[in-house]
């Protein structure tokens, strides 16, 4: 099934939309009619498709039909700038804020998807920028070494962070809905907070300085010595190719090659009187 797309309030830098775009089946979910009954303060009609789609664009189309779809404990400020404190209550109070980040729907399909479309609201986007430009950046550029484009690398690392902050859409189960409150406004379930605290940390990437270049010194010893060592093996097949029969002569000599004499010792069964200090006359005749 090819993507369904999005109305253009979905897109990056869009305004709010005046009307969400809501789309129902042709058979309503009772879970849908039971949430909008216990919503509205007012009883209205819910007895067709029709008045359901109506409930449901004006409830999610109010100013105050603001949605929590997470919460993020970051530092206040950088790494440098963080207060100690022998009390950790205290230190984490003083260092750690969090944002809330906040998104109204912009588009709800029950009949080819089965979803419903979030976008962040303006005040979590600058929130979350800030943050990103004041502190992440500022530990990231004091957490690497210098080099001549470095200044750059950072404003290229924040700039595609505002891109990405304002291009997402967090699209999601309709039956997200169920957790609608009054007014429109509403908190995601079933831990899909966790997955939109991921995304969202996911766009806060790493300060990736260059590769450090190879030292030409060491290059150089390097190349010297396997070139030294492939000429030295080189050279000892050639010589043992051109030379089988001294090579083999060799292999014998390192076979045949007799032990150095043992120290004499006296024969067991002879006495004093054998003659030893003229011994060595005797064994060369």
Not at 9 to 37: C, D, H, M
Not at 121 to 149: F, G, M, Q, R, V
Request: proline fraction near 7%; charge should be negative; aromatic fraction near 6%.
């Amino acid at each position: 099934m090819p993507p369904q797309l999005l109305p253009a309030s979905a897109a990056a830098f869009a305004p709010r939309a005046s009307s969400v775009n809501v789309v129902l089946g042709s058979k309503i979910e009772p879970w849908l009619t039971q949430t909008l009954k216990r919503i509205n303060r007012v009883k209205r009609p819910l007895n067709s498709v029709a008045q359901h789609q109506r409930c449901l664009t004006e409830t999610l189309s109010s100013a105050n039909a603001l949605w929590t779809l997470a919460s993020l404990m970051v530092t206040k400020a950088p790494e440098s700038d963080l207060r100690q404190d022998a009390n950790p209550l205290v230190e984490a109070i003083s260092n750690y804020q969090l944002i809330t980040v906040e998104a109204y729907i912009v588009h709800v399909d029950m009949v080819l998807r089965n979803e419903v479309a979030f976008k962040l609201t303006p005040e979590s986007i600058e929130a979350l920028i800030d943050y990103h430009k004041d502190i992440h950046c500022a530990d990231a550029k004091a957490n690497t070494y210098d080099w001549s484009e470095k200044e750059q690398q950072c404003k290229k690392l924040h700039n595609d962070f505002i891109q990405a902050v304002n291009k997402y859409v967090f699209r999601t189960h309709v039956s997200a809905l169920e957790g609608l409150e009054e007014d429109g406004a509403g908190e995601l379930l079933c831990g899909k907070s966790e997955e939109v605290k991921t995304n969202i940390l996911g766009m806060f990437k790493p300060l990736l300085p260059p590769p450090p270049k190879p030292v030409d010194g060491m290059h150089g010893e390097m190349h010297h010595n396997m070139h030294h060592d492939m000429h030295h093996d080189m050279h000892q097949e050639m010589h043992h190719e051109m030379h089988p029969d001294m090579h083999h002569h060799e292999m014998q000599q390192m076979h045949h090659t007799p032990s150095p004499p043992l120290p004499y010792t006296q024969p067991v069964g002879y006495g004093n009187n054998f003659g030893w200090d003229r011994y060595h006359e005797y064994t060369m005749i």
